[in-house]
């Protein structure tokens, strides 16, 4: 299965910006979709960022015009670019994969997976 290991986190100020990067463990053209979730103590996981393999990127309002994510295909990182932070930010941000794979066959046993990795903490200090 993909591994993924997200990094960059940490403490920054109010309007400060922060990179985080997902480092996956295969080619991220395998990789149907990757994203950047968060959750906050007390609350839901809730999706960020997202993008597709043919480079289609959804956001969700609350960041529009403010997170950016993108991808090195070289690197096989997806990240996210975070600016005009607020203490609302503060959470553990997550990456997530899901994809699909051919166990077996013909006919085709496909197997999907939906993987997620350890987290990165960012805190944003007013």
């Known amino acids: 299965q993909v591994q993924l290991v997200e990094s960059g986190g940490g403490l920054v100020q109010a309007g400060g910006s922060l990179t985080l990067s997902c480092a996956s463990s295969?080619?991220?053209?395998?990789?149907?979709?990757l994203a950047w979730y968060r959750q906050a103590p007390g609350t839901q996981r809730e999706l960020v960022a997202a993008?597709?393999?043919?480079?289609?990127?959804n956001y969700a309002g609350s960041v529009k015009g403010q997170f950016t994510i993108s991808r090195d295909v070289a690197k096989n990182t997806v990240y996210l670019h975070m600016n005009s932070l607020k203490p609302d930010d503060s959470a553990t941000y997550y990456c997530?994969?899901?994809?699909?794979?051919?166990?077996?066959?013909?006919?085709?046993?496909?197997?999907?997976?939906?993987?997620w990795g350890q987290g990165t903490l960012v805190t944003v200090s007013s």
């Open positions: 997530n994969a899901k994809y699909a794979r051919i166990i077996s066959g013909p006919p085709p046993d496909i197997r999907h997976y939906d993987n």
């Open positions: 295969e080619n991220i053209f395998s990789i149907h979709t």
């Open positions: 993008i597709a393999d043919d480079g289609n990127t």
